[in-house]
């Protein structure tokens, strides 16, 4: 148990994380009067928008909709130069509501957590950070993101290489110039999927090493028209209203009828208006896509025939065609002339789907028996999704059960806000909430809201510490798990599935069954007297107060 210097500081809350959650629970956390820390390991704010700074860096949720609804003047002003926007401008965005609701001082940047335990005794969290800081708080809120670790694999040789190294979820601050290098980029899903293009102009030649090929859409993306803006402007108090009770937390044109309800032409119409539209659209073409195998066949088969269409070299198209997983089941990926890339004489395919990297040299790689040269290797191979950030700090709830202990089969939580055995550790779209399956701007609003309501409800009622029910964590994650099997989702080996991460349990982690959904049930729990939460009146005088 962290003890030693914990008497100097304390405080009512701390948060963990300054990107788009940490911002806004800043904000309402003061509004309501309380004391608050914010560690943030980056010298900046925005989160996964300050760290993924690579080449072609964008976000695929339209920029009207991923955009925080909790300030009408904010949402009036702020002006988005493109229907999806590209990172800087996303990350000028988090600096201009940092500034604007003067969030900066509560922040300490470069500083990371490292470890969080529960005092029972105290009925506070200890808090320690990677400068030594130790810190007391009645509320611990893990504002972490879901994809925050970064993951390289380890591959043989990585040491010896003698050229630069990156990965996408870790670019440098500064412009990386490739121009005359020959550069490797391993990992094809939206991030690779993104990068390539705009590496494929400035370098003299890019290898994509391909393990699994993806379905990527066109974003079709354009600047943002006066005449689009002033819409949303307009109608923005009902738009957001909607947004919240849907199925993703955006508004989509989702259409109601099952694929197969409809002739293979009338098909192939709506694939087509879809695919044209842009973005992840042609997914809500149907509404048995992501539960019905056939009909989910004739979506991939469509997005195949576009992909030999666009690729020249007939090897190389039927190599990007994906065929071991369903449309969808991986994260869509969404792009700007991803495919085309390949008719260029200075990018190559290599298929790595049945002949592992075998190892990195001091000047490449090594891969079935073939050597490669390179000046700079790319690894956009993903992140330790969801847990792999809670367990990289050292938390310990009632009687000094590790997080990472009680989660080794999976992750266990009521909603995806707390665990049981961890009082008052709040956590903003963690698994077994929508999450990463809806809008992260619209789910996260919702988590901070309800966190701060739950705490503002314990000052009022005089409750000192809360945490889920086992049963009602219990029945949550059964209902996590069955509303994932009753899609096509636990069909592919995903990141939602921890499948990218040896040895982590296959499980799928976010709740799919829809944002509106879980916004009714969580609601519902509110009005139902915080229906499956517990709470405890304080034996001890306020640690804020001491
Ligand atoms: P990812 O989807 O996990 O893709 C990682 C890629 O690296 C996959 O192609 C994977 O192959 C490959 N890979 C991993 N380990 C490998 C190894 N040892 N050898 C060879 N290949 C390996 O990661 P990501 O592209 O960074 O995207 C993660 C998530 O971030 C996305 O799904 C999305 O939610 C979010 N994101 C969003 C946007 C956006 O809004 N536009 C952009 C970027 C990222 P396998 O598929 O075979 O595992």
Redesign the pocket.
Same mark, same amino acid.
């Given at each position: 148990m962290l003890q030693n210097g914990f008497k100097s500081r304390s405080v009512d809350v701390v948060v963990v994380g300054a990107g788009f959650s940490g911002l806004y629970l800043i904000h309402r956390l003061r509004n309501e009067g309380y004391s608050l820390r914010v560690f943030e390991r980056g010298d900046g704010v925005g989160g996964t928008w300050y760290w993924?700074r690579y080449p072609g &860096?964008? *976000?695929?949720?339209e920029s009207m909709q991923y955009s925080y609804s909790f300030d009408e003047e904010l949402q009036q002003d702020w002006h988005w130069p493109e229907k999806f926007s590209a990172q800087p401008d996303i990350l000028a965005y988090a600096n201009h509501v940092a500034d604007r609701f003067d969030l900066r001082r509560d922040i300490e940047f470069d500083t990371s957590v490292t470890a969080a335990h529960f005092d029972e005794a105290a009925e506070c969290w200890l808090v320690e950070t990677d400068k030594g800081e130790k810190v007391s708080a009645r509320y611990l809120i893990m504002a972490t993101g879901c994809?925050s670790t970064a993951?390289i694999?380890e591959?043989e040789g990585l040491s010896e290489y003698s050229g630069n190294t990156y990965h =996408?979820?870790r670019w440098p601050h500064e412009k990386v110039d490739f121009t005359g290098q020959r550069i490797a980029v391993?990992? =094809?899903? $939206? $991030?690779?999927?993104?990068a390539i293009p705009v590496l494929a102009k400035e370098a003299t030649h890019v290898t994509v090493?391909?393990? %699994?090929a993806?379905y990527s859409l066109p974003a079709q993306n354009m600047s943002m028209t006066p005449e689009y803006e002033q819409e949303w402007k307009d109608e923005y108090t009902a738009r957001r209203m909607e947004m919240r009770y849907t199925p993703q937390g955006s508004l989509k044109d989702l259409n109601d009828e099952p694929a197969m309800a409809v002739s293979a032409d009338r098909r192939r119409e709506v694939y087509t208006e879809r695919w044209t539209t842009g973005g992840s659209t042609l997914l809500g073409s149907f509404n048995n896509l992501l539960s019905d195998q056939k009909s989910n066949d004739t979506a991939a088969e469509f997005v195949r025939q576009k992909i030999r269409k666009i690729v020249k070299d007939s090897e190389t198209a039927e190599l990007l065609c994906p065929k071991d997983h369903p449309i969808g089941t991986?994260?869509i *990926?969404?792009d700007s002339g991803y495919y085309q890339t390949f008719n260029r004489d200075n990018v190559e395919l290599v298929d790595?789907k049945n002949s592992?990297?075998e190892r990195i040299t001091e000047t490449g790689l090594d891969v079935n028996g073939r050597s490669f040269e390179f000046d700079s290797i790319v690894f &956009? %191979?993903?992140?330790d &999704?969801m847990t792999g950030t809670l367990f990289n700090v050292d938390i310990r709830g009632r009687g000094d059960q590790a997080l990472k202990d009680k989660w080794f089969a999976g992750p266990r939580t009521y909603l995806g806000l707390m665990s049981e055995a961890f009082p008052n550790m709040f956590m903003i779209t963690g698994p077994g909430s929508p999450s990463?399956k809806g809008n992260m701007l619209n789910s996260l609003e919702q988590h901070v809201d309800f966190v701060i309501d739950s705490i503002v409800h314990m000052r009022e009622q005089g409750f000192a510490m809360m945490e889920p029910t086992r049963e009602a964590e219990d029945e949550w994650v059964d209902h996590v798990q069955e509303a994932a099997n009753r899609t096509l989702f636990p069909r592919a080996? $995903?990141?939602y599935m921890g &499948?990218?991460i040896p040895g982590k349990p296959r499980l799928f982690m976010p709740y799919i069954g829809g944002v509106g959904r879980y916004r009714r049930i969580s609601e519902k729990i509110v009005e139902n007297d915080y229906d499956g939460f517990s709470f405890k009146a304080s034996t001890k005088p306020s640690i804020a107060a001491e």
């Open positions: 993924n &860096a964008r *976000c695929d949720v994809i993951q694999p591959i =996408t979820g391993i990992g =094809t899903g $939206s $991030s690779g999927i993104q090493f391909q393990r %699994t993806n991986k994260r *990926c969404i790595i592992v990297i &956009a %191979t993903g992140f &999704a990463v080996n $995903s990141w &499948a990218n």
